[in-house]
C-alpha cells in the first residue's frame, strides 16, 4: 500500500473517530431510556479504546449509528497497526483506492463486495 494513501486515511479516520465518539455521547445523553444516560457517563470516564468492549452488550447498534461507524473506525485503525489496511477481507487483494478515498473503512475490493451485495 502507497504510504502517503495510507497516512491520508489514517488521519481521515482519526479526525473522523474524534467526531463520532462525541456524536455517540451525545446520542447516549439524549436518549429516553436512562440506561444510556448511565452508559454515557461511564464511557466519559473511560479510556476511548475500552469503549468497544464496555458497549457491547448494554446497547442495540442498530438504534445508534454512531456507535456502527465507531466500531467501523475502529476496526479499520486496528488493521492499520497490524499491517492488514486496505487488504479485501474475503480474498485478501488490495482494495482500489478509489474506494478507500470514499470511505477509508471499506473492508471489501470492489469484485467481492458486487458478490455480497450485487446491483440490483
Given amino acids: 500500500m502507497n504510504e502517503n494513501l495510507l497516512n491520508q486515511c489514517q488521519s481521515k ?3 473522523e473517530l474524534a467526531l463520532i465518539r462525541a456524536s455517540f455521547i451525545e446520542d447516549l445523553k439524549t ?3 436512562p440506561v444510556t ?3 454515557a457517563e461511564m464511557l466519559e470516564q473511560t479510556s476511548p479504546a475500552d469503549w468497544i468492549d464496555s ?3 448494554k446497547i442495540c447498534p ?3 449509528p454512531n456507535y456502527i461507524r465507531l466500531v467501523q473506525i475502529e476496526a479499520a485503525m486496528c488493521q492499520m497497526d ?8 474475503d480474498c485478501e ?3 482500489e483506492v478509489e474506494l478507500l478515498n470514499q470511505d477509508p ?3 471489501r475490493c470492489a469484485s467481492c463486495q458486487s458478490k455480497v451485495h450485487p446491483a440490483p
Fill in 13 to 15: 479516520l482519526a479526525d
Fill in 82 to 89: 497490524i499491517g492488514q489496511f486496505g487488504f479485501c477481507c
Fill in 62 to 64: 442498530t438504534q445508534f
Fill in 55 to 57: 458497549i457491547d452488550d
Fill in 93 to 95: 487483494k488490495e482494495i
Fill in 105 to 107: 473503512t471499506t473492508q
Fill in 37 to 39: 444516560s448511565q452508559l
Fill in 31 to 33: 436518549n429516553s431510556n
